[in-house]
DNA sequence: GTCTATAGGTAGATAGAC
DNA sequence: GTCTATCTACCTATAGAC
């Protein structure tokens, strides 16, 4: 034990702990006694889930907004429309909290990845999962923002998510990037790199929202604005990775199963 | 007086003044008359010039670890070898030094992209300018992650720098990413969001470094590693803008001036 | 299960000796 | 100019009534 400052109520700065399981499945069969015991213990399940769900949405927008260490207990019970104790009582302390919203992200991060088939057409393919990513983007903003602010401090509780899920995909997914350029259907280039262009670039519309918007001098991002931004990140990429010649016109504006 | 929790004591949270000017710029002649009493003051102007220094780079390290609202002063005096006291007396308020860290900061955001000069040759311009960003990311990391988290959440002390400076200067470049393409010398898209690729993908080296160091299975980041990421980035990027055939081997590895 | 009231601890800021 | 000691406010967490 060294540090005095590092104790337990300073909870988003040096924490250890790591993210433990996925949420507890609450697949409990539901019996439907008709007693009335049974009926209230059923709304009262209702009503957790409810809340639950309440808490998370809220602690994600506000998480996003103040960073972790930011973040108020205060503030999520506020924007919950829920007393502060009862956060603590679903969840226990500002960490778990934290390590819930957090857990939820991890998911929408894999999904698409997960997706990319070295059987598929790399353009299609590529299309595809960028497509995916920049709609994570525009629905989801706070979701990336609360990832990307966990990273930028450091991945203390994401941390062993990077090193053994993540990379495990990531090194599935750069064996297909490999096979397609072995087979000459992509140009030459480090499949891992190609990732973190393909990452940061679409993340980048949702974490960096203000400047984009800023700079492009817009109140607010529609859904227009993300369908342009979308084109031309594909067409970009797909330059990037000798998908598409220097000179088309806008490729691949059409519709993709999943997005409308 | 409608929030009671917005205090001026919670202050990275919804801070509103935006940040006035450049530093003071310290211009006084130093008269030298060889007095105790100036002697005594030449050595004051000298202990405070590297006061402020020490607190500065202690700040811009524990702001980009800890995010603004995580930083403690005591964390930032402890790094600098000062009383927290010091801190108060240099900069007054956490808001204040916080502030003058993010100015030292846009001053290295800026400069680079100045640079950008449509009679210059696309390719090389675009590298040199790809070259400055990454070398940004390698040195300076911890400036590009204060910057990162400012964006990230709502930019309230950089909005206006966002949307006069930035805002400017970008249209000012995307004027010369059209002249490229309308002589066509660099295929066509859609400047902005060329720069945004730009930005994200070599500022993600610094942000994210923690994922980008942990995907790839290593302790530390090199000097090579960046050359590598360095050079696949212009890659990509060159390709994007259809400045580079899609199967060219790695180009442009060597130096470019002021890069050592 | 819900919520008010409060304990306990931390951090920003300053008074005042040196 | 420097630094110790302290004040004040806020935030997490919980006790205990309902």
Same mark, same amino acid.
């Given at each position: 034990?060294?540090? =005095?400052?590092?104790?337990? =109520?300073?909870?988003?700065?040096?924490?250890?702990?790591?993210?433990?399981?996925?949420?507890?499945?609450?697949?409990?069969?539901?019996?439907?006694?008709? %007693?009335?015991?049974?009926? %209230?213990?059923?709304?009262?399940?209702?009503?957790?889930?409810?809340?639950?769900?309440?808490?998370?949405?809220?602690?994600?927008?506000?998480?996003?907004?103040?960073?972790?260490?930011?973040?108020?207990?205060?503030?999520?019970?506020?924007?919950?429309?829920?007393?502060?104790?009862?956060?603590?009582?679903?969840?226990? %302390?500002?960490?778990?909290?934290?390590?819930?919203?957090?857990?939820?992200?991890?998911?929408?991060?894999?999904?698409?990845?997960?997706?990319?088939? $070295?059987?598929?057409?790399?353009?299609?393919?590529?299309?595809?999962?960028?497509?995916?990513?920049?709609?994570? =983007?525009?629905?989801?903003?706070?979701?990336?923002?609360?990832?990307?602010?966990?990273?930028?401090? +450091?991945?203390?509780?994401?941390?062993?998510?990077?090193?053994?899920?993540?990379?495990?995909?990531?090194?599935?997914?750069? $064996?297909?990037?490999?096979?397609?350029? =072995?087979?000459?259907?992509? $140009?030459?280039?480090?499949?891992?790199?190609?990732?973190?262009?393909?990452?940061?670039? %679409?993340?980048?519309?949702?974490?960096?929202?203000?400047?984009?918007?800023?700079?492009?001098?817009?109140?607010?991002?529609?859904?227009?604005?993300?369908?342009?931004?979308?084109?031309?990140?594909?067409?970009?990429?797909?330059?990037?990775?000798?998908?598409?010649?220097?000179?088309?016109?806008?490729?691949?504006?059409?519709?993709?199963? +999943?997005?409308?």
């Amino acid at each position: 034990m060294a540090g =005095s400052r590092l104790t337990p =109520s300073r909870p988003c700065r040096k924490m250890v702990a790591p993210i433990p399981s996925p949420f507890p499945s609450r697949s409990d069969p539901l019996p439907m006694d008709v %007693t009335e015991k049974a009926q %209230t213990a059923a709304r009262g399940r209702r009503i957790r889930r409810e809340n639950v769900e309440r808490i998370l949405k809220a602690a994600e927008l506000v998480f996003a907004e103040a960073g972790c260490a930011g973040a108020t207990m205060a503030d999520i019970a506020d924007k919950a429309g829920l007393p502060k104790a009862n956060l603590h009582y679903y969840f226990g %302390t500002k960490e778990d909290l934290y390590r819930a919203v957090l857990d939820n992200i991890l998911r929408l991060w894999l999904d698409p990845l997960a997706g990319l088939d $070295a059987s598929a057409d790399p353009a299609t393919a590529l299309t595809a999962y960028i497509r995916a990513k920049m709609d994570a =983007s525009r629905l989801r903003p706070n979701a990336s923002k609360v990832f990307a602010n966990e990273i930028l401090h +450091g991945a203390s509780q994401i941390g062993e998510f990077l090193a053994e899920d993540l990379r495990r995909l990531v090194d599935r997914k750069a $064996a297909v990037i490999e096979q397609w350029i =072995s087979e000459g259907r992509m $140009a030459p280039v480090d499949p891992r790199q190609f990732f973190f262009m393909i990452w940061s670039m %679409t993340q980048h519309y949702a974490d960096f929202e203000v400047q984009v918007r800023t700079v492009l001098g817009r109140k607010k991002l529609t859904r227009d604005d993300f369908a342009h931004f979308t084109a031309e990140v594909v067409r970009m990429v797909l330059r990037a990775g000798g998908l598409a010649p220097p000179d088309d016109p806008v490729s691949c504006t059409g519709g993709v199963p +999943g997005e409308s």
